[in-house]
């Protein structure tokens, strides 16, 4: 069984020894925000606000935050000569054990930082990577994480030489759970190939469960958003199941799936909670959790959850739309504020104002979650529909299944029935000959 570990409570660089070096202090973290040409420090700032809790979540401190404007990056070092003379003097002083840059740094750049800083270094491509590792759970999702983190690491081996060996791996380096990652540059390849073939099966086994599903005819609706912003607590609150929730980056790293029951009608939807996105989520990433992401192209509904009092909703919304085009995904959408419980009526008349058609919810204050839930029927189900039809007395009984009867009457060897009934039902009903509309 794969060990929920605390992240608050690891060091990266004796985890994967044994596991009685895991309780020991934090790594201290220098983080450093870049501003590009053409950038301003305003639009940096949420990122090097998510890189703290990002940082935070993989279990180290940042200790030290820094910004550095880059003219033009440096092939060799990323950011200039006086810059990382600056910041290693910085390093030095206050005994980091990790530096953390907000971008993506080549291995090559990456192998001379860690040389000039003689300390690890990791860009937020592998601190996104380490996060993955630590909370996936299933085996999928492991396997997902290993192969992705080994295509990364496979570059940058010879980077990291003997540190690495020796040491075990510090953020980036160390696999899911207490997999100890292949560091041989001449066994990577192997091992790549064996994760494929082992996801390919993983995938098989998906593909029969979901044709199932398509077979009868069970409603999906999968909950998409930006990492944080609420989804696994919206789920256990839709359908009163438990799942887990945290105040953490990427809490939820495996797909999951729960039944929402609704009342008077028979089928349940299936409700599928996944994997959160990030601004700049490393495409090895999506790319190794391709087949975790087909539950939200096989969902004929997606509940899109937007932490209505994040500062930037918007480039939230943005960044989920974007990794849906990646994925090809085309699913209608219901757009969710959630954490309504935690902003003033002002910011809440803003989105109101922008978001016309969204619903304003709060998961855990239990605030409209069943005008969402009833959206969703409406959405999945149509719309509830008051009919007169004509049925003939045999088929009755295939009508209880569906509709609530208020009235029957005999009419010329038929039965004229006043029925409630859900629109996609109603359909259903027609196409069989079950019943005529009046
Ligand atoms: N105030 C408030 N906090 C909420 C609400 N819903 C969720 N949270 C908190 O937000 C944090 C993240 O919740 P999760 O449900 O784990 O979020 P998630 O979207 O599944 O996150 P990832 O799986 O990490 O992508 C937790 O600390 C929750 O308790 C809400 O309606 N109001
Ligand atoms: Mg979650």
């Known amino acids: 069984m794969n060990q929920r570990i605390n992240p608050n409570q690891i060091d990266r660089k004796l985890l994967t020894v044994s596991d009685r070096d895991i309780f020991v202090t934090t790594q201290k973290a220098l983080l450093i925000g870049i501003i590009l040409k053409n950038e301003t420090r305003a639009d940096k700032e949420e990122s090097l606000k998510e890189l703290v809790n990002l940082v935070k ?217 996944t994997v959160g996105f990030i601004q700049n989520l490393p495409t090895t990433l999506i790319e190794s959790f391709k087949s975790t992401l087909t539950v939200v192209n096989e969902a004929s509904l997606l509940i899109h959850v937007v932490d209505a009092a994040s500062a930037l909703p918007s480039m939230h919304i943005q960044t989920v739309h974007s990794i849906l085009k990646q994925i090809n995904n085309q699913v209608p959408e219901i757009l969710v504020f959630n954490k309504i419980d935690k902003i003033d009526q002002a910011s809440k008349n803003f989105l109101l104002e922008k978001f016309k058609d969204a619903i304003f919810v709060s998961a855990i204050e239990n605030i409209n979650i069943d005008t969402l839930i009833q959206e969703i029927t409406d959405k999945i189900f149509g719309d509830l529909l008051n009919v007169v039809v004509l049925v003939e007395p045999h088929n009755l009984d295939k009508i209880y299944k569906f509709a609530s009867i208020s009235d029957v009457k005999n009419s010329e060897g038929f039965l004229k029935v006043n029925i409630t009934i859900r629109n996609h039902y109603l359909e259903k009903l027609i196409t069989k000959d079950i019943v005529k509309l009046l």
Do not use: W
Not at 124 to 143: M, N, V
Not at 167 to 173: A, D, E
Not at 207 to 214: A, G, M, T
Not at 235 to 256: G, P, Q, R
């Open 57 to 273: 979540t993989a279990g180290s401190n940042p200790t030290i935050i820094q910004t550095k404007r880059v003219e033009s990056i440096d092939p060799k070092t990323f950011i200039g000569k006086g810059s990382i003379a600056e910041l290693t003097d910085i390093s030095d002083a206050n005994d980091i054990d990790v530096v953390i840059f907000d971008c993506e740094l080549s291995p090559n750049q990456q192998k001379e930082l860690r040389s000039m800083f003689k300390c690890d270094v990791v860009d937020r491509t592998g601190l996104i990577l380490d996060i993955f590792a630590l909370h996936a759970q299933s085996k999928e999702a492991r396997l997902q994480v290993e192969l992705a983190l080994s295509i990364y690491l496979k570059p940058r081996l010879a980077g990291l030489g003997k540190t690495l060996n020796q040491q075990g791996g510090g953020i980036g380096t160390r696999g899911p759970g207490e997999t100890k990652l292949e560091t041989d540059s001449r066994l990577i390849d192997n091992r790549i190939n064996k994760l494929k073939k082992d996801l390919k099966k993983i995938s098989k086994q998906r593909e029969v469960q979901s044709s199932l599903r398509k077979k009868n005819n069970t409603p999906l609706v999968s909950i998409v958003g930006y990492t944080n912003a609420g989804k696994s607590t919206l789920l256990e609150k839709i359908t009163s199941s438990k799942t887990y929730v945290a105040n953490e980056l990427f809490a939820t790293v495996d797909s999951l799936q729960r039944e929402l029951k609704i009342d008077g009608l028979n089928e349940p939807i299936i409700i599928s909670d």
